[in-house]
């Protein structure tokens, strides 16, 4: 179906000129789990991901409560036709040369994937021996993770964060000129389901002389959505506005655990360090551009008297499409909530489009000094909060550094997190007229 007739049906012919027949709502698959209302994985969606399969890693591709097994498929030639070095991608075991490629090879995989998996299309017997359940397989991180970046992007957490620590004056004088970020530590991302060891480090009590070394005690969590860099870009070669989403693979969820008291001895005067690097976690399905094409909305509408953004980081196409419309939602379990048999209790619900810097805004910035990046680089919103308490994306904030502890359905309360206690990110993209799809979740649990 071409683009123009579905854009007809929802009713938006301009906005939605970019969409193609991948995100018609009437597809389904011959995977029955992936039609099931509320699946995070239908047709419409396609993320990769990289598992164990065998003795060795394959890419595979999320569909309902399956994975297609796409190394193996492509070795047995379901992928025939589109060019040696798809293919050769696909069987890399790791996402990074596929995520090299660009959009010229995206587009055309995904499309065949979807040919593969769709209801009536006649593939069925040939790519089901290389579909396995989900439950059975073991997610790796998608890629070799070169280098991590983390932005501090939400104007909402910045503020409230900055409120806790300088009432009088919350958000500093550069915010909303320059997308703020640290250098984070690559070698210890996780993926999803990885426990989570509770930390050691200095902090001071500000009533005592002297700091202590020791097991943090403000241990927390941060909503974050990662975004993984495509093609690469040559040092010295800034990448404009313009071609920024050309750079961008996918999306995953992101837990950027940090260990307040840590930070807040360590912050001044480089900005975080060791409360942040002993880990962070990543769900195992990477999103693409492509799956989120349906849910572009415009960037965040700047208050007025809001500085413009220099132009470098101004664009048109940005303003109008550069947000992205994610509901993201943090869950707890304790320990004594797992073993009374409780389901999670959720924290909050918030949402990537009140990012105050678009993905875009800062992956150009991120280049602006001629920095290169490299395909399967990480990069991170920051903390996503929304103006609403119920919004809050950590802990930090919801409890107002300690002060207003929450309480559990077992009658446990936490200012800060407990060893035992799960933390469960959770993703998903609605609108009318579109299947929703979803990112899966992000877990992890505080050993000990
Ligand atoms: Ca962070």
Redesign the pocket.
Known sequence: MPAGSLAVRSGHLEPFSFLDSSHDPQLSSWVESANRPGADFPIQNLPFGVFRGGPSCATGVAIGDRILDLGRGAQAGLLEGLGAPAIAACTAGVLNPLMALGRKHWAPLRKRIGELLRAGSGYQAAVEPFLLPMAEAVMLPPAIIGDYT?F?ASVHHATNVGRLFRPGNPLLPNYKYVPIGYHGRASSIVVSGTPVDRPSGQSKDPAAEAPVFGPTRSLDY?L?VGFFAGPGNALGQPIPMAEAEQHIFGLCLLN?W?ARDMQSWEYQPLGPFLA?SFATTISPWIVTMEALAPFRVPAFQRPDGDPEPLPYLNAAEDRERGGIDVTLEVYIASRQMREAGLQPMRLSRGNLRNLYWTLAQLLTHHSSNGCNLQSGDLL?S??VSGPSPEERGCLLELTQRGAEPIRLPTGEVRKFLEDGDEVILRGYCERDGFTRIGFGECRGVVAG
Do not use: I, L, P, V
Request: hydrophobic share 10%.
């Open positions: 983390d501090y941060e974050e950027d940090s942040k991170a920051g903390t």
